[in-house]
């Protein structure tokens, strides 16, 4: 039996799909080399007021790992269409998203929204599907994130679980991040520096977690960077960072 389940998860490793590197040595090596494609993670606002950020990040990891002409399907509760503001197109094409690529789909509670998150993601034409509910709904227990992870493996696409307003729970992603805005180093004529980030890895199922880095985005060759100012400079700048985060966000 052993030796059966054994060959079973070793022909699931070789069938898996290459991991969506980062750009960043650390994380990616951090991670097994990139983000587990097919599979699904986690991404947390460190706070409430990181929702641009979180968002942000979420968009540009969905462009990492995004097939060639497949499309981004963004599945929202309505309730977060309420709070935490519209996606605001603009934003997302400075981040490096062409719009055209993106499906938004705003769902009226926490139960519709992972009915369709769990048609979506079985659908392998479908490249990334981002699903934002709304703080802690009831209906996000062990189960449902099971069911999403399971369909993930199955069909390839890979999940992004958004949790703006949030804390985490029993759950079977892939890994777990937390996310927050950090400084960034303006550009000439002060114009606002590339969006960065203070990046946690809270967990991952194949791995260690715990490492904590500041990222930066580089757009032009869509991936991760080290940033251009040190950590230690206080994060009073970054709000320049995330161009259209308030009242609309992302990116």
Do not use: K, N
Not at 80 to 98: K, N, S, T, V
Request: overall charge neutral.
């Amino acid at each position: 039996m052993r030796g059966t389940i054994a060959r079973i998860e070793g022909q699931r490793t070789a069938d898996a799909p290459a991991p969506a590197a980062l750009g960043h040595a650390a994380i990616d090596a951090a991670i097994g080399g990139g983000l587990a494609r097919g599979r699904l993670h986690e991404l947390f606002a460190q706070q409430p007021e990181d929702a641009g950020a979180v968002a942000g990040f979420a968009t540009m990891l969905a462009l990492l790992a995004l097939p060639p002409g497949a499309p981004l399907l963004w599945l929202r509760q309505d309730e977060a269409e309420r709070g935490a503001g519209r996606l605001h197109p603009p934003g997302l094409a400075e981040i490096g998203l062409d719009p055209s690529r993106l499906v938004l789909v705003v769902l009226p509670d926490p139960v519709a929204l992972l009915r369709a998150a769990a048609e979506v993601v079985r659908c392998p034409q479908v490249g990334v599907a981002v699903i934002e509910p709304w703080r802690r709904p009831r209906a996000l227990d062990l189960t449902a994130s099971r069911r999403l992870a399971v369909a993930a493996e199955a069909s390839g696409v890979t999940a992004l679980m958004l949790r703006a307003d949030a804390e985490p729970g029993p759950s079977a992603a892939q890994t777990r991040w937390s996310v927050a805005a950090a400084a960034s180093a303006a550009l000439e004529a002060g114009a606002p520096g590339h969006p960065t980030f203070d990046l946690e890895l809270l967990r991952q199922r194949s791995g260690p977690a715990g490492g904590r880095w500041r990222l930066e985005w580089d757009r032009e060759r869509v991936r991760f960077r080290e940033p251009s100012l040190p950590r230690a400079v206080p994060a009073v700048a970054a709000g320049g960072s995330f161009p259209g985060d308030a009242p609309r966000y992302a990116g």
